[in-house]
DNA sequence: TAACTAATAT
DNA sequence: AATATTAGTT
């Protein structure tokens, strides 16, 4: 089913760890569990068009990833208010973590560990206005960034999109509008360079690949394109090229990485995990 | 007003 | 350099 031609997988985190002391993580019960490469990805439906028209099955349009989104919000705060008595939530296993960030958004990464816990608010600045520590973006942050920038098409990429559809809690428009600019930046720099050349210093950009479908002037070419593109859906998976299959929701535990400094080990090892950083820069 | 973007600041 | 903040547009 989900063959993955376009090559964005993501990573697991620990290449078939076990040990059950990673993150909080009770990888016990992960294994067995299929991987985010065996899942189908929601921008697929689960039956094929072809064999939904074979046996008149009409097509599954609402469920968009917007959709799932909304449900999925709906069903987190319906197991919020549920628990009423459990103040913890903690980071489960998997992404049933919703830690309330109202005052600063505390997270971990995919595979990094957030086993911080600082639920004293260490410098006592909860109170008012509690400013949020400053996101990094790690790689697997990012690479969520671009699948969904490019998934979404440069048109119809915007913030509040991008960032409905990363789903990553903790993560706010704002953010995803300044990486937004930046990627933006980095896309033309890169297009000026026609070919190769991810600079040195742009680490984090250089390590997702940006799709062919957001270099937006491939020089259209009229032909070569497929006769028929199954029906044009306007809001998600809108020019997706027949690439790659999607996004996954929640895959590394959805959650923005905030650090005081960027402590990204690079090459898949975050090995950031959240220390706030108070007080001036 | 809210959201997007560009410019500027830390 | 990487994010935040501000400000100007739509």
């Not at 065996?38 to 689960?46: F, K």
């Not at 969904?148 to 048109?155: E, P, T």
């Not at 297009?191 to 491939?218: C, K, M, Y």
Request: glycine share 16%; proline share 8%; aromatic share 8%.
């Amino acid at each position: 089913m989900g063959e993955e031609a376009g090559g964005y997988d993501f990573d697991f985190g620990g290449g078939g760890g076990g040990y059950g002391g990673y993150d909080g993580r009770v990888t016990e019960w992960e294994t067995g569990l299929p991987g985010c490469d065996e899942l189908t990805p929601l921008s697929q439906p689960l039956v094929p068009p072809g064999l939904a028209a074979a046996f008149r099955i009409p097509p599954e349009p609402g469920r968009t990833l917007l959709d799932v989104h909304h449900a999925s919000s709906a069903t987190v705060s319906r197991l919020r208010s549920a628990s009423s008595g459990n103040g913890h939530a903690g980071t489960g296993a998997n992404g049933a973590s919703f830690p309330s960030f109202p005052g600063k958004g505390a997270a971990a990464g995919d595979d990094s560990g957030n086993r911080d816990n600082n639920s004293a608010e260490s410098a006592g600045e909860k109170s008012a206005a509690a400013k949020r520590a400053r996101l990094v973006w790690t790689p697997q942050l990012h690479k969520r960034f671009v699948e969904v920038v490019a998934h979404l098409g440069i048109k119809s990429a915007v913030p509040k999109t991008i960032m409905q559809l990363m789903n990553v809690e903790g993560l706010t428009r704002e953010n995803v509008a300044r990486h937004l600019q930046k990627y933006r930046l980095y896309v033309k720099r890169m297009q000026g360079l026609s070919n190769e050349g991810p600079s040195a210093s742009d680490h984090i950009f250089a390590s997702t690949p940006v799709p062919p479908s957001l270099r937006e002037p491939q020089v259209p070419h009229a032909a070569a394109m497929a006769p028929a593109m199954y029906h044009h859906h306007p809001a998600p998976m809108g020019g997706v090229a027949a690439g790659h299959g999607g996004y996954y929701q929640q895959q590394h535990s959805g959650h923005a990485v905030y650090n005081g400094y960027g402590g990204h080990g690079h090459g898949g090892g975050v090995s950031s995990y959240p220390h706030y950083h108070h007080g001036d820069q």
